[in-house]
T-cell receptor, first 111, second 115 residues
Framework: TQLLEQSPQFLSIQEGENLTVYCNSSSVFSSLQWYRQEPGEGPVLLVTVVTGGEVKKLKRLTFQFGDARKDSSLHITAAQPGDTGLYLCAGSTSGTYKYIFGTGTRLKVLA | DVKVTQSSRYLVKRTGEKVFLECVQDMDHENMFWYRQDPGLGLRLIYFSYDVKMKEKGDIPEGYSVSREKKERFSLILESASTNQTSMYLC????WGTGHNQPQHFGDGTRLSIL
């Protein structure tokens, strides 16, 4: 069974701090997606990474796919209260319709 | 704007009842999914469908069934609700093709409580 472990599970930081969230697996994925979910809403896609070693930036968010395509990280620079939410990674294997979701990291940024 | 609509935001049912959760998407997507979300467990796939009348079991199909009679509508059925099915249920859709690179669009969820 493919599993995606995220760490940390919870994170509470002050506005302006930097943070990194990790998504790890023993399985290889063809692509990996990151979603953010706010209270009372469904997850919304932030980014998809498909190549080992790939780095993508979305304003203050930097996403990296591991060289072996088994892990990924999300780094937020100068966090803001608007970054508060549940961050989920999801891995996909070519040839399947299924996505495997990580356990989630709940981030709270205090003003 | 793309939209996935789940019929109820909150639902309270009794043990043993047959429960229907409805999901409609307006994006003409071929793939549709039902997940449940529980704290510390992330999203777990219950069932998915890649075409009308087609369905495949996900990781936790026990106690659930699905129906897809029209492309835009995917229903989740709890045959005989039990308290361990109390959860947040999320519906999602994506374009045709295998999961690789296809983003999923989610509804806002149905919080179901079984008493």
């Amino acid at each position: 069974t493919q599993l995606l472990e995220q760490s940390p599970q919870f994170l509470s930081i002050q506005e302006g701090e930097n943070l990194t969230v990790y998504c790890n697996s023993s399985s290889v994925f063809s692509s990996l997606q990151w979603y953010r979910q706010e209270p009372g809403e469904g997850p919304v896609l932030l980014v998809t990474v498909v190549t080992g070693g790939e780095v993508k930036k979305l304003k203050r968010l930097t996403f990296q796919f591991g060289d072996a395509r088994k892990d990924s990280s999300l780094h937020i620079t100068a966090a803001q209260p608007g970054d508060t939410g549940l961050y989920l990674c999801a891995g996909s294997t070519s040839g399947t319709y299924k996505y495997i979701f990580g356990t989630g990291t709940r981030l709270k940024v205090l003003a | 704007d793309v939209k996935v609509t789940q019929s109820s935001r909150y639902l309270v049912k009794r043990t043993g009842e047959k429960v229907f959760l409805e999901c409609v998407q307006d994006m003409d997507h071929e793939n549709m999914f039902w997940y449940r979300q529980d704290p510390g467990l992330g999203l777990r796939l219950i069932y998915f469908s890649y075409d009308v009348k087609m369905k495949e079991k996900g990781d936790i199909p026990e106690g659930y069934s699905v129906s897809r009679e029209k492309k835009e509508r995917f229903s989740l059925i709890l045959e005989s609700a039990s308290t361990n099915q109390t959860s947040m249920y999320l519906c999602a859709s994506s374009l045709w093709g295998t999961g690789h690179n296809q983003p999923q669009h989610f509804g806002d969820g149905t919080r179901l409580s079984i008493l």
